[in-house]
């Protein structure tokens, strides 16, 4: 009541967005200053579902640290993984079985197939078209049925170790995972025939939501936001890891910098993911799946340890500073979403509550990853 | 104690008439969510009863017996009075459809007029509801309901002044009596009156989606951003209410879309007019409406207002005009 009773001068009031919000997938609340439906200024409220993973990190052993990366961006857990993983083998100069890297790929790349398509359903969601979502997940589900039979998860994955991957795939892995690939390209111009030209949703997303390229630096935005706004930068292309440079594909970017390019970014780029994934499967060299000498307590060499992946979100990169001791003495994780959502207050003045809506859905935000 | 007939045949119809929009807003929550899961690739309701027909009166039983709260800070009677005004215009709008030749429950000369004045009343339900509940998200989908409302009516109503040109009647009977004997009749196909009468159609039938608010045009209640806009703060049977005011809008306005365009109980091969083929022709134009809202993604409500302002209005008066001129030349 109060809250119209005493509107000022400038006539403005404050909506809170969330944190229960069905537009905010999540805990994720934003203040938001409104002119009418326009809004004047928005303020992410971040923190309500904080767990200070990376707290947890020093105090706990290094690979007990390994189940929390997958709880931290839960749609695309086997890239976390890979990430810490990859920090800590070049902390303790471990060396990876090139099979093992293969799986590594093959599986993180179909992980980050499953999150795009979860995310394309969702961004439909959002703009008020229910049906894509059920057929988005029921192509999901085929990923994680393939996951599953190798990690044994279905979503908060632990699959890969210090040293390799802890399980080897078993005989309907490759042929089921080339059926899928068969069945999502065939749905694949379904999907571009009934949604992306769709007359509604082109009108709601093209030239709306700009993010340019030098907000995206400004704020380190990356991942299919710095795509969609002209900027060339892809972890696996520009700064390569595990076994990325010996497969063919491509980087999408698009330089309209408007809702449409961002989702057109994602769509191609789970057309690359299966050209990934088909390259691999091709190449998958025999061998062990784990190093043979790993040692039972991992204690890297004092020092400070870098290392980046490309998430289906952006980049998310790992410091960790060893003392020598058998837990990190402290560990950073950089997470994409945090630096995507801080443009968000930026880019979404002046616009219309439902066009900003629509922005926030083509940043794919997944809450937990924000806050850690 | 003589009692007129003339009265007792109202109160049967206007039993009747409670009882069928009662009973289409039950049934339509349970075709809309079968039809959306066929266009999902599931199943739907099946539990409850065969087909899960017994679904709505199961829902119904748990919209009745849940706790009718009225939340600290609304206005009590604002409140409360809402959903009621959405309800009760939608069913005495049914008194003036003619079901069939006889089926009637008041053939008024001016039954068209009767429809589209109740119909507005309609809105100022949605706003009474959303300003009294006070909440931000009601308020803005108050806003844009009324701003919808300026938006679609005009070119709905241009095109019925058209139609009602061409037939010289605002009476419901009439109307059709003049469309019988096939669908070469139809004022759709009507196109020595106007070329542009299958558009003039089309108009209709999306003011009419706007009008039940009804996705693409869903922006009163887009949950996606206002949460349930206008029903926020509403649950337990004052939602419900809503919810078959919102149905047997849908149902009055596929009805008047039958009337004008499609001869209302004509069959389209001029053989056994009858009350069938309008439910037929009625419930082919409700499966479309729900085909759309499963298929389309929501326009924005500016989206909404220059369809409405730079292409329907355009296009009605046009048709206006066009029509007025071949009424004056032939």
Not at chain 1, 49 to 71: C, D, S, V, Y
Not at chain 2, 6 to 32: D, P, S
Not at chain 2, 180 to 192: D, E
Not at chain 2, 283 to 299: E, N
């Amino acid at each position: 009541m109060s809250a119209f009773a005493k509107s000022e001068a400038n006539e403005t009031f404050v909506l809170n967005l969330g944190p229960q919000h069905p537009a905010t997938h999540g805990v994720l609340r934003v203040k938001l200053t409104m002119d009418g439906e326009y809004i004047v200024e928005a303020e992410p409220v971040l923190g309500y579902i904080h767990r200070m993973h990376e707290k947890m990190g020093e105090n706990r052993t290094w690979a007990q640290f390994l189940p929390n990366t997958g709880r931290m961006d839960y749609l695309h857990a086997l890239a976390y993984n890979h990430g810490y993983v990859s920090v800590v083998e070049r902390a303790a100069g471990i060396e990876v079985p090139e099979r093992a890297e293969y799986l590594r790929v093959i599986t993180a790349e179909l992980n980050r197939v499953s999150s795009h398509l979860l995310w394309f359903g969702a961004f439909i969601l959002d703009l008020g078209g229910f049906s894509p979502l059920l057929y988005a997940f029921d192509d999901r589900e085929h990923i994680l049925d393939l996951l599953e039979s190798v990690t044994g998860s279905r979503l908060t994955y632990c699959y890969f170790r210090f040293g390799g991957v802890y399980n080897d795939i078993d005989d309907n892995f490759v042929p089921g995972t080339r059926a899928f690939i068969k069945r999502l390209r065939e749905r694949m111009p379904m999907y571009h025939n009934l949604v992306t030209k769709n007359i509604i949703l082109m009108k709601r997303l093209q030239e709306v939501g700009p993010i340019s390229a030098e907000m995206c630096r400004k704020y380190g935005a990356t991942g299919p936001v710095c795509r969609g706004s002209g900027i060339n930068f892809d972890v696996r292309k520009h700064e390569p890891y595990s076994v990325y440079p010996e497969f063919d594909f491509d980087v999408p970017v698009y330089d309209q910098c408007d809702s449409m390019a961002r989702y057109m970014v994602r769509m191609d780029e789970i057309e690359q993911s299966l050209r990934i994934i088909e390259q691999g499967l091709d190449k998958l060299p025999e061998g062990p799946v784990m190093a043979e000498k790993v040692p039972k307590i991992i204690k890297p060499a004092k020092g400070d340890y870098y290392h980046a992946v490309e998430t289906a979100r952006g980049s998310f990169g790992v410091r960790v500073v060893s003392d020598g001791s058998n837990t990190p003495y402290r560990l950073k994780l950089r997470s994409p979403t945090f630096s995507n959502l801080s443009l968000f207050g930026e880019a979404c003045q002046g616009m219309l509550l439902p066009d900003a809506l629509a922005l926030m859905g083509s940043l794919d935000l997944v809450i937990p990853e924000i806050d850690r | 104690m003589h009692v007129d007939p003339e009265i007792i045949r109202l109160l049967a119809f206007l039993v009747g008439v409670i009882a069928f929009a009662a009973l289409n807003a039950a049934y339509l929550v349970w075709l809309e969510r079968k039809e959306a899961a066929h266009i999902q690739r599931r199943i739907g309701p099946k539990e409850v009863g065969p087909f899960g027909l017994l679904q709505p009166l199961v829902d119904g039983i748990k919209l009745m017996t849940k706790q009718l709260i009225v939340p600290a800070g609304v206005d009590p009677v604002l409140f409360k009075i809402a959903p009621i005004l959405v309800m009760v215009p939608a069913i005495m709008s049914f008194v003036t459809i003619p079901f069939s030749e006889t089926l009637v429950a008041r053939n008024l000369d001016i039954g068209l007029l009767v429809i589209f004045a109740f119909a507005s009343v309609n809105v100022l339900g949605l706003l009474l509801g959303a300003w009294g509940s006070r909440n931000k998200y009601a308020v803005i989908s108050a806003a844009r309901v009324v701003s919808q409302n300026v938006a679609y009516e005009i070119p709905m109503l241009v095109t019925v002044v058209t139609l009602v040109m061409i037939t010289g009647t605002m009476n419901l009977h009439n109307i059709v009596t003049q469309q019988l004997g096939g669908f070469w009749n139809w004022n759709l196909l009507n196109l020595s009156a106007s070329p542009l009468m299958p558009v003039a159609f089309l108009i209709f039938f999306v003011c009419m989606l706007a009008e039940t608010n009804r996705a693409p045009f869903d922006m009163a209640e887009a949950e996606s951003e206002l949460v349930a806009g206008a029903f926020t703060e509403y649950s337990g049977m004052g939602f419900g209410v809503f919810f078959m005011g919102e149905y047997a809008n849908i149902v009055i306005g596929a009805s008047v879309a039958t009337i004008l365009f499609l001869g209302g109980w004509d069959c389209p091969l001029g053989l056994f007019p009858g009350v069938h083929w309008f439910l037929i022709k009625m419930y082919f134009l409700i499966f479309t409406v729900i085909w759309i809202r499963w298929t389309y993604p929501r326009t924005t409500f500016y989206g909404l207002l220059n369809l409405s302002w730079k292409i329907l209005i355009p296009i009605s008066f046009f048709n206006l005009i066009l029509t007025s001129a071949m009424l004056k030349v032939f």
